[in-house]
């Protein structure tokens, strides 16, 4: 299997792409060869989260997703035209792996009804969320696909874990428009203890935002063999 620095590295390395047959843009590196591993990754953030399309990789900075279903049996909690923006910055602080530092911003439209944290909130309307400090650490089950006589890798499958480091902002508009004493409430919470909050009902959110991510490392990989991408 491919080392996944290497593998983090050549996904984000997509650099002077002429021809979808050709991985040219590629430097490839040995595993031990940091600094090589690092020139890629720094050289290639923009333009894979810029998107590729003869390569089948989306525009990733915005990410766009009509509905997120993030309820749990004592919450109803969707999301619909969410919007993500920071990806493309945050790539290029990566560490090791696929592991991400950095701030993101969501903005959309929810709907809110049941148990959150110690208070039962209700209501609908626009919400934005600024995590000031994300860390998200994914793990890439990779696999070996033959086409036309050549090896290519793929990602069978991942799990990521994420941490919030510092206070982020949350923003309910709405919340209990017609109670002012249960929006006050609501709001105090909220302001206090926003971090809580994005850990119990926004799961769904970061492994949408993953899945989409990884999507497109497949179709990337898809179009280039694996030797094409590392040299051990």
């Excluded at 509905?67 to 909690?77: A, G, I, R, W, Y």
């Excluded at 969501?106 to 626009?126: C, F, M, R, S, T």
């Excluded at 994300?134 to 499958?157: A, H, P, S």
């Excluded at 209990?176 to 206090?192: P, R, Y």
């Amino acid at each position: 299997m491919v080392p996944l620095l290497i593998l983090v590295s050549s996904v984000v390395g997509l650099i002077g792409y002429t021809n979808a047959a050709s991985a040219s843009f590629v430097v490839p590196c040995h595993a031990a060869d940091e600094k090589c591993l690092l020139d890629n990754l720094e050289r290639g953030i923009k333009i894979f989260s810029n998107g590729i399309p003869e390569l089948g990789v989306e525009k990733l900075d915005p990410l766009h997703f009509k509905e997120v279903d993030s309820s749990s049996p004592s919450l109803k909690f969707i999301l619909r035209d969410l919007t993500v923006t920071g990806l493309q910055r945050d790539l290029s602080k990566s560490t090791i792996v696929i592991k991400l530092e950095c701030p993101v911003k969501l903005d959309g439209e929810y709907e809110l009804d049941g148990q959150v944290l110690v208070l039962k909130v209700g209501g609908n309307g626009k919400i934005h969320v600024f995590l000031k400090k994300l860390v998200i650490e994914v793990t890439l089950d990779m696999v070996k696909k033959q086409k036309n006589g050549e090896e290519y890798m793929k990602v069978k499958k991942f799990t990521h874990t994420y941490e919030l480091t510092e206070k982020s902002e949350l923003v309910f508009e709405g919340l209990f428009q017609k109670n002012k004493v249960l929006s006050e409430a609501a709001n105090d919470l909220i302001k206090n203890s926003p971090n809580e909050i994005v850990n119990e009902i926004g799961g769904k959110m970061f492994e949408v935002v993953i899945t989409e991510v990884v999507k497109n490392i497949n179709n990337m990989f898809s179009h280039v063999p694996q030797n094409q991408l590392a040299l051990d």
